[in-house]
């Protein structure tokens, strides 16, 4: 019995040393323990952070349209006959009434001869009726003539002056038409080329082909569609109110010409939902040429407060916007928003952000929300962010 005791005894005593020997090892391993986990966590990411841009903007709409003359014109031939002269050079601008083309005037120079030769007839026939006339009325007052002769007097006379009437208006006709054979510019403007030569016969009418072509270039139009949101918010309006446009061609980024709303179309297109407009500007330089693509933007609206992003910083969740954000922590946070207009390069956010937000510009690839950050500071700008750092 005695044998059996000393032996549990000895047995309680290994399982305390052993049991204290595990919880030393336990404790004195613990500090590597977490030295390991904490060399094992990812670095902070380096990331290009700017502040939202806060501004006071007006809000516009952008569409694509179309340049167009105010006058466009086909020079045509009023009379027949030959290209004696072609006055202009291709492309050339020339002023309302300049000459351009002209046709042989002798025949209708002839037939304005014969005319006022028919008119000096006419009204020398004229000047004896009258005054054979005038004796005839004498004679009956005195019954020295008779009715019938009265009669035949009076009617001469009438014919007399109906006859210069008639000589007069066939010498007014060859007028016109000898000034037909000098064919002027209607409006002043850029000419295209001679699509007709000297030497060649032409001839009016239905068929009468086309000599060369005027088109008017200061001021001129920009039409375009806009939507009917646009059209009730910005067009719908008193006739006096004056709509600012401006335009951009398609070597622009920006909208270089200003010009205002001309006129908006009578009815909407309902298959479209848009409605015709058209915008007046100015074009003294002749850089804006008929048929040349525009961006336009109408613009409209009371100025107020808004915040701005670049396009870069938003990103996409299936049908969400969202933009990353670092806190006062250095931490990222996830942020969805709504997106409005573009302006000046960046874009209009409507909700979500305020101002003094951070967003992260560059480096969006490589956080995630929660992560913590070096956040490096720079300026927001259109197209991509400045690597300039902010001060």
């Given at each position: 019995m005695p044998s059996k005791r000393r032996l549990v005894a000895a047995s309680a005593v290994f399982l305390v040393v052993v049991a204290g020997t595990a919880a030393t090892y336990h404790v004195r391993g613990s500090a590597p323990l977490s030295e390991a986990a904490a060399a094992a966590a990812p670095p902070a990411a380096d990331v290009d952070?700017?502040?939202v841009v806060s501004q006071t903007i007006t809000d516009y709409q952008a569409y694509s349209g179309r340049i167009e003359a105010i006058n466009n014109v086909e020079i045509r031939p009023l009379v027949s006959g030959t290209i004696v002269a072609v006055h202009f050079h291709d492309g050339a601008m020339v002023r309302k009434g300049d000459l351009l083309v002209t046709i042989d005037p002798r025949p209708y120079q002839a037939e304005v001869d014969r005319a006022a030769a028919q008119l000096a007839s006419a009204e020398s026939r004229n000047g004896y009726a009258t005054a054979d006339w005038a004796r005839a009325q004498r004679l009956l007052t005195d019954n020295a003539i008779a009715k019938r002769d009265y009669d035949q007097a009076q009617n001469a006379n009438r014919e007399a002056v109906a006859a210069v009437k008639a000589a007069k208006a066939a010498l007014e006709a060859a007028q016109?038409?000898?000034?037909?054979?000098?064919?002027?510019?209607?409006?002043?403007?850029?000419?295209?080329?001679?699509?007709?030569?000297?030497?060649?016969?032409v001839s009016p009418g239905a068929t009468a082909p086309v000599l060369t072509t005027l088109v008017s270039t200061s001021?001129?139009?920009?039409?375009?569609?806009?939507?009917?949101?646009?059209?009730?918010?910005?067009?719908?309006?008193?006739?006096?109110?004056t709509v600012p446009v401006s335009v951009g061609l398609a070597n622009e980024t920006g909208y270089s010409r200003q010009g205002v709303i001309d006129s908006v179309d009578n009815r909407l297109d309902t298959s479209s939902g848009t409605i015709r407009v058209r915008a007046r500007f100015d074009n003294e330089d002749g850089v804006l040429v008929p048929g040349l693509y525009v961006r336009a933007r109408v613009g409209g609206g009371v100025p107020h407060q808004a915040v701005l992003v670049n396009d870069a910083a938003i990103q996409t969740d299936q049908d969400k916007k969202f933009v990353l954000l670092v806190d006062t922590e250095n931490k990222v946070r996830y942020r969805e928003v709504k997106l409005g207009d573009q302006h000046q390069g960046l874009r209009v956010i409507t909700g979500g952000l305020q101002p003094g937000d951070r967003v992260v510009v560059n480096g969006i690839q490589r956080v995630r929300p929660g992560d913590p950050v070096k956040p490096n500071p720079v300026q927001m700008s259109g197209g991509t962010a400045s690597t300039t750092r902010a001060s």
């Open positions: 952070v700017a502040p016109i038409n000898l000034g037909y054979t000098a064919i002027t510019a209607p409006v002043s403007g850029r000419v295209s080329r001679a699509e007709l030569t000297v030497g060649n016969i001021p001129i139009y920009a039409s375009f569609d806009v939507d009917e949101q646009t059209y009730l918010r910005f067009l719908s309006r008193d006739s006096k109110v």
